[in-house]
Antibody, heavy 121, light 107 residues
């Protein structure tokens, strides 16, 4: 069974940093792009960042570019999101999600349960 | 950036009704469109990919159609479990965008 489990969320002050992790199992992690998607309270889904299976290419939404860094450790089957210079508007549930097909862009077929990030003084 | 516009934002329907949600892309995305269902406090669930392909395990009352810029999700014979929020998503490249969502409510 494919599983994704996020961790690392919490309450953080504006301007501070936080690192999210997404531990995966049940599929060949290194062949699939992985993504982060967030959902602010009462709002819709917003794609945040993605990384190819090899880790050789990364992609970011304009809202987080220059502040967030996505990475992965294929030896640990784990995805990360380093979030720096956090703002109140980054408050959201953060989901990691698996891209459906290997070696290409596709829909997100498996999602984690989400981890809550709250940015507040 | 490719913008996705869903309509309506809210839809009131009864069990047994057939409902249709539309999604329009700001430029052609071929058939690179997915539909998701989300229930409160839960992660989204993939229903449809490549505009009309049903994800494994999804009931056949869900169907998708369209290509280019205009797409639809149809739920035939709405069931109690179908009351949720639905999102379209384009994946024409490695920059994904979602529609703003359509909440399907009980009439």
């Amino acid at each position: 069974e494919v599983q994704l489990l996020e961790s690392g969320g919490g309450l953080v002050h504006p301007g501070k940093s936080l690192r999210l992790s997404c531990a995966t199992s049940g599929f060949t992690f290194s062949t699939h792009a992985m993504t982060w998607v967030r959902q602010a309270p009462g709002r819709g889904l917003e794609w945040v960042s993605a990384i190819t299976g090899s880790g050789g290419a990364t992609y970011y939404a304009d809202s987080v570019k220059g502040r967030f860094t996505i990475s992965r450790d294929n030896s640990k089957n784990t995805l990360y999101l380093q979030m720096n210079r956090l703002r109140a508007e980054d408050t959201a549930v953060y989901y990691c999600a698996k891209v459906r097909r290997p070696f290409t862009s596709d829909a997100f077929d498996i999602w984690g349960q989400g981890t809550v990030v709250t940015v507040s003084s | 950036d490719i913008q996705m516009t869903q309509s309506p934002s809210t839809l009131s329907a009864s069990v047994g009704d057939s409902v249709t949600i539309t999604c329009r892309a700001s430029q052609s995305i071929s058939s690179w469109l997915a539909w998701y269902q989300q229930k409160p406090g839960k992660a989204p669930k993939l229903l449809i990919y490549k505009a009309s392909s049903l994800e494994s395990g999804v009931p056949s009352r869900f169907s998708g159609s369209g290509s280019g810029t205009d797409f639809t999700l149809t739920i035939s014979s709405l069931q109690p479990d179908d009351f949720a929020t639905y999102y379209c998503q384009q994946y024409n490249s490695y920059f994904w965008t979602f529609g703003q969502g359509t909440k399907v409510e009980i009439k």
